[in-house]
């Protein structure tokens, strides 16, 4: 429907900017310094991921 298309805007953006890393992603939509609940290991290798180049060559958050 196009109540859903709407609300998923929001997250296919920071998708396209920032990757396809659900925690990373989800880290950005927190305000104020919210705090993902994601196990240490896990937020860990999200890092790590994310770092790489071949994770930054693959959005425009990478290109800039």
């Not at 920032?18 to 609940?37: D, M």
Request: charge should be negative; aromatic fraction near 6%; proline fraction near 3%.
């Amino acid at each position: 429907t196009k109540g859903e298309k709407d609300l998923l805007q929001p997250l296919r953006k920071l998708e396209k900017k920032f990757g396809q890393s659900p925690v990373f992603v989800a880290a950005t939509l927190k305000e104020n310094g919210g705090i993902v609940h994601a196990a240490e290991a896990s937020l860990l290798n999200e890092a790590i991921h994310v770092i790489s180049c071949g994770y930054e060559d693959k959005t425009e958050w990478g290109k800039e």
